[in-house]
Nanobody, 124 residues
Framework: VQLQASGGGLVQAGGSLRLSCAASGRALSNYAMGWFRQAPGKEREFVAG????????YYADSVRGRFTISRYNTKNTVYLQMNGLKPEDTAVYYC??????????????????WGQGTQVTVSS
């Protein structure tokens, strides 16, 4: 499966953005999906995950209550709605796909397919 992330941009603190991750090559319903981010000089970190059907979601503590992950398998697309953005949310955001089985979300090694990343910059 190939993943294409989009929707990043420059926004003021407190603003919102919606990231999209479009899949091609194979049906998205075959995968659980995750969003990760990497800020300059920092390691890539888990942000949010969603199971293959969209019933189960999981969030990093730093974004819980502000970000919402969702998916529309019929559109082969996963979204990350980001509200209440903070300067510390500034990073390159990546979508990733892993096997639909298993309940571990925040381990990068489990995700075998990655999008190219989209830049999110939050100004103070």
């Amino acid at each position: 499966v190939q993943l294409q992330a989009s929707g990043g941009g420059l926004v003021q603190a407190g603003g919102s953005l919606r990231l999209s991750c479009a899949a091609s090559g194979r049906a998205l319903s075959n995968y659980a999906m995750g969003w990760f981010r990497q800020a300059p000089g920092k390691e890539r970190e888990f942000v949010a995950g969603i199971n293959w059907s969209g019933i189960t979601t999981y969030y990093a503590d730093s974004v819980r209550g502000r970000f919402t992950i969702s998916r529309y398998n019929t559109k082969n697309t996963v979204y990350l709605q980001m509200n209440g953005l903070k300067p510390e949310d500034t990073a390159v955001y990546y979508c990733a796909a892993r096997s639909r089985t298993g309940a571990t979300w925040n381990t990068m090694a489990l995700y075998h397919y990655w999008g190219q990343g989209t830049q999110v910059t939050v100004s103070s």
